[in-house]
């Protein structure tokens, strides 16, 4: 597509309910990335995908976070027994290449997840 | 690990004048990275350092990396209303894959 699509645009839902939000990025990128932004601070890195593999995690806040990206394209991050610290905006990001930090990164318009 | 900080938090300026936000880092950069993030936005690329010392220009924006690769700053001259937005540093983190963005700086311009 023509840039990277995040779905839903707006997420509403109560504590403890699972939520699942998805990004679908540039076609042929290789590298995807997930971040946390909540309101006034910068994004925060959650995790990366080259191609299927998930090479890093360690921004994960806690084990209720998972990524998946099964084909090396459209990714999911799923929220399980969600808290009301997980509202914030859920930014995902591709670059063309895999590894380094020498691109540019392309960003969806992120997920605003709000937890009541 | 790596840390990174960025000032000022925000800045309010007169329509005209000029800005300047900085980011340092604690260790010694590959390359670095800005972002703006316009309100209501997503980050969107503006440019890449590479080099010690290297300066680019875009138009009214100049940015800097530091000889020692730990610094960098992005300079704006004579700001207008369509600079409002918060520009990010970006840089590699504790491993390859982790890209990692400094807290930002929010641009607010009076007209």
């Known amino acids: 597509g023509a840039g990277v699509s995040q779905s839903p645009r707006y997420k509403v839902a109560k504590r403890g309910q699972d939520v699942a939000l998805r990004c679908d990025p540039i076609?042929?990128?290789?590298?995807l990335f997930w971040y946390q932004q909540a309101l006034g601070q910068g994004p925060e890195f959650l995790t990366y995908f080259q191609n299927e593999a998930q090479l890093d995690k360690s921004g994960l806040p806690s084990d209720r976070f998972f990524a998946e990206r099964p084909e090396g394209s459209v990714s999911t991050l799923k929220i399980q027994r969600t808290q009301q610290e997980d509202s914030a905006v859920y930014l995902c990001a591709s670059s063309l290449y895999g590894q380094g930090s020498n691109q540019p990164q392309h960003f969806g318009d992120g997920t605003r997840l709000s937890i009541l | 690990g790596q840390q990174v900080m960025q000032i000022p938090q925000y800045q309010h300026v007169q329509e005209g004048e000029d800005f300047t936000t900085y980011c340092n880092s604690s260790?010694?950069?590959?390359?670095i990275q800005w972002y703006k993030q316009r309100p209501g936005g997503h980050p969107v690329f503006l440019i890449q350092?590479?080099?010690?010392?290297e300066v680019k220009k875009q138009k009214r924006l100049t940015f800097q990396f530091g000889e020692a690769k730990k610094n960098s700053s992005l300079h704006i001259t004579a700001t207008q209303t369509t600079d409002v937005g918060t520009y990010f540093c970006?840089?590699?983190?504790?491993?390859?894959?982790?890209?990692?963005f400094g807290s930002g700086t929010r641009l607010l311009v009076r007209p």
């Open positions: 350092l590479v080099k010690s010392g």
């Open positions: 260790t010694t950069l590959s390359n």
């Open positions: 970006r840089l590699r983190g504790d491993s390859s894959y982790k890209l990692i």
């Open positions: 076609s042929g990128h290789v590298s």
